[in-house]
């Protein structure tokens, strides 16, 4: 690691305001965010840097940064150390093994991450593996009866989640993804008078678990089906002459990007949906899970490497995409043998353009 970058990793353990204070008092125009009192290391470069480390740490004070395969419990110890050594308490070298303590409880978290088991009503109890932190609120949601538009970044889990909730209820799980006409949802008659039925029709007459993928990429006219099946408790299937019942043991989730208002930078085709359709659903966020991602990945130091990738791409405003799908990609790939710079290199240098990735890494 260059010294420059061991250096910025211990300034970041000093609090803001210290660092901004300091800013002030050694005014210079910062090459990246153009202001006199820059406060972030990361702008920090030069001889800037190495007056910033000498003025702000020393021996005593500040330890750099342990190895990257520390990971996020290094970054939390040193802060610690940082703050033991700036204060007027007891001497550093008496906590330490508090400190020690403490990274051990941090390690022993990510690790000890355990398959859920999950109990519901009369049902037996189901091992549903490794579950998002989210998981009881969201088959909490489900088993009340809600349907759940899970609204979350790519690769957070939401299919594995649906999927969960119906191994916890001992139900099957019903798929389909984005769709262009109703009768992707409702099923049709062919030709030759045979119903063609659908995950939804299945789902509905006969119960399970259904997740509408990427829901707010479908046309919101093909959507409409939907409001009477979920708000009235019975449904229009080609075929049949009456309104079919919906069966007591359907229940529907929707997983999409947003929250269906409407595409953004990072999920330009996602269409406006219509506010009667969005309003069958109760909505909840998605986002990721650290630790969940660090237990599947099973490589804590490549996890904490796109963590901080990730963490750096949302301080610097980039829109781009660094989801758990790395993570557990790059480690299977490390394992495999592939070497550290191809593995950045597929999962994620070349994901973005190079100028983005030249601000990340800047």
């Known amino acids: 690691m260059a010294d420059s970058l061991k250096m910025r990793k211990a300034l970041m353990t000093i609090p803001i305001a210290t660092r901004a204070a300091w800013a002030r008092d050694n005014a210079a125009p910062c090459n990246a965010c153009k202001s006199d009192a820059c406060a972030y290391p990361s702008h920090w470069s030069g001889e800037r840097l190495k007056s910033a480390f000498t003025a702000l740490c020393d021996a005593t004070a500040i330890e750099q940064p342990a190895s990257d395969s520390d990971g996020d419990a290094a ?41 859920l088991l999950v109990k519901v009503a009369d049902r037996p109890a189901v091992d549903i593996g490794l579950a998002h932190k989210q998981f009881p609120l969201l088959l909490a949601m489900v088993a009340a009866g809600d349907n759940v538009w899970i609204a979350g970044p790519a690769g957070s889990g939401k299919t594995t989640a649906a999927e969960q909730v119906a191994r ?19 099923g049709f008659v062919d030709a030759g008078g045979r119903i063609v039925s659908t995950a939804f029709r299945r789902a509905y007459t006969d119960g399970g678990v259904y997740l509408f993928d990427e829901a707010d990429a479908s046309l919101p006219p093909a959507l409409l089906a939907f409001n009477a099946a979920l708000a009235n408790g019975h449904a229009d299937f080609p075929g049949v002459d009456q309104p079919v019942p919906k069966n007591p043991a359907f229940h529907c989730m929707a997983g999409a990007n947003t929250f269906g208002h409407g595409g953004t930078f990072e999920y330009v085709g996602r269409a406006r949906m219509d506010g009667a359709f969005l309003d069958r659903f109760a909505m909840l ?14 490589n ?4 904490s490497h796109v963590q901080r990738a990730r963490a750096k791409a949302a301080e610097r405003g980039l829109k781009v995409i660094i989801s758990p799908r790395a993570s557990i990609r790059g480690a299977r790939k490390l394992a495999a043998g592939l070497s550290w710079d191809d593995v950045v290199m597929t999962e994620i240098s070349n994901r973005m353009t190079p100028a983005d990735y030249a601000a990340l890494v800047a």
């Open 168 to 186: 916890a209820l001992s139900l099957p799980f019903y798929f389909n993804g984005a769709i262009d006409t109703e009768y992707k949802l409702s």
């Open 75 to 115: 970054q939390l110890v040193n802060a610690l150390r940082a703050v033991v050594a700036n204060s007027s308490g007891p001497d550093l070298s008496e906590v330490e093994g508090m400190i020690e303590a403490a990274k051990a409880e941090i390690v022993a978290t990510f690790a000890n991450r355990a398959p």
């Open 285 to 298: 966020h998605w986002d990721y899970d650290a630790e969940l991602e660090r237990a599947l990945a099973g």
């Open 300 to 303: 804590d130091k490549w996890t």
